[in-house]
Nanobody, 126 residues
Framework: QVQLVESGGGLVQAGNSLRLSCAASGRTLSSLAMGWFRQAPGKERQFVASINWGTGTTYYSNSVKGRFTISRDEVKNTVYLQMSSLKPEDTAVYYC???????????????????WGQGTQVTVSS
């Protein structure tokens, strides 16, 4: 089992930055893929970014590439999503997720992750 707790969401103006955190616990994290997803009202959940905890390899959706950065702190067992140049269309509930299947499909967000956090709201005003 993996427990995930997100924090760092809030209201921010377009063009500004925000950093989300996801504290992970419960099993050896080095064998996990960690991902961030988001879901806007009335829309399907969307893959944002992922990281192979063991190697640090990262993947991004085209909509956030160049603006968002995913990273992990192996001491704090925490995954971060640094979001810059935020746009109103980035408004969503952001979820942290983990999966034990470290494959390209998993890291590309093409599978249903096994473990999920409760989500944190990000609102970007224009």
């Amino acid at each position: 089992q993996v427990q995930l707790v997100e924090s760092g969401g809030g209201l921010v103006q377009a063009g500004n930055s925000l950093r989300l955190s996801c504290a992970a616990s419960g099993r050896t994290l080095s064998s996990l893929a960690m991902g961030w997803f988001r879901q806007a009202p009335g829309k399907e959940r969307q893959f944002v970014a992922s990281i192979n905890w063991g190697t640090g390899t990262t993947y991004y959706s085209n909509s956030v590439k160049g603006r968002f950065t995913i990273s992990r702190d192996e001491v704090k067992n925490t995954v971060y999503l640094q979001m810059s140049s935020l746009k109103p269309e980035d408004t969503a509930v952001y979820y942290c997720a983990a999966d034990s299947r470290i494959t390209r499909r998993t890291l590309s967000g093409l599978v249903e992750y096994e473990y999920w956090g409760q989500g944190t709201q990000v609102t970007v005003s224009s």
